[in-house]
């Protein structure tokens, strides 16, 4: 008789202990997806080196999933199309992430996703009635309009 207490409360103790493991990791399940944004795997501040010709800029990427993920892609170098005489952009083959939602007014400097596979690269202010995810913001835009110039152009973008 005591063997089989013994027995059954060997078996209720690692019946509990392994329950335990099993909720803790359904809460650490849920909790990551919950986390659609991805801020855990991008530190804040993380850095991009842009060169345009002989023009180089610094920007800053986005703290979200969608600059984890094209953060994942570089460097890499893209041919990018003039549109709207206020922006480039190229389509991606595979989709990136997105959360997009309406900026409002669109800076100089800002890379953004539209739709969930093309990349844009903004080069003057103007307001926007369309939905964007945030990928990256150039720090000092200053100069961008002058490098990107007129037509299609060629970007690389690198960590820094």
């Not at 990427?61 to 199309?81: E, H, Q, V, Y």
Request: one cysteine or more.
């Amino acid at each position: 008789m005591p063997l089989l207490i013994t027995l059954i409360m060997v078996c209720s103790l690692s019946l509990s202990t392994s329950s335990c493991g099993k909720n803790n990791e359904l809460g650490t399940t849920q909790e990551n997806a919950n986390n659609t944004n991805g801020n855990t795997t991008n530190p804040a501040g993380s850095k991009m080196k842009i060169t345009i010709g002989t023009a180089v800029f610094t920007a800053t990427l986005s703290n979200n999933s969608t600059g984890n993920a094209f953060k994942t892609r570089l460097p890499i170098t893209l041919n990018m199309t003039e549109l709207n005489s206020n922006e480039k952009y190229v389509d991606f083959q595979t989709a990136l992430p997105s959360n997009a939602a309406n900026p409002g007014t669109i800076q100089p400097g800002d890379i953004l996703l539209y739709g969930s596979n093309t990349i844009v690269l903004f080069y003057k202010t103007f307001s926007t009635s369309y939905r964007y995810t945030s990928i990256a913001r150039i720090d000092n835009p200053s100069s961008l309009a002058a490098a990107l110039g007129n037509g299609s152009i060629t970007v690389k973008f690198e960590l820094e």
